[in-house]
């Protein structure tokens, strides 16, 4: 897994803090290949709590996150119980490393 363990605190935090406790957090990608370089940051977002505004939360995550990491490409997804599940989101459950 290529992200520091400062980057997985800030992550976590950060998700907590705009989501609340119950969440799971997922890290996909090409991140998840110590064989790889560079690339994106991918993250899949579960809340058990139903959520409004999904992209303007992904927003605030991603602008905060940038704050305490550093500018790098930040791709997330964020799902809650009403969200309908698509096969993406069972792809990054499935290859994806849990933070």
Known sequence: MRISSKEIYSIQNTAKQLLGEHISIWLFGSRTDDAKKGGDIDLYIESQTVLE???????????????????????????????????????????????
Not at 80 to 85: I, R
């Open 53 to 99: 505004q999904h992209n303007n939360i992904a927003s605030k995550f991603i602008a905060l996150l940038q704050q305490q990491i550093g500018e790098q490409r930040i791709d997330v997804i964020i799902v809650d119980p009403k969200t309908p599940h698509h096969e993406i989101h069972i792809i990054a459950k499935a290859t994806g490393v849990q933070l």
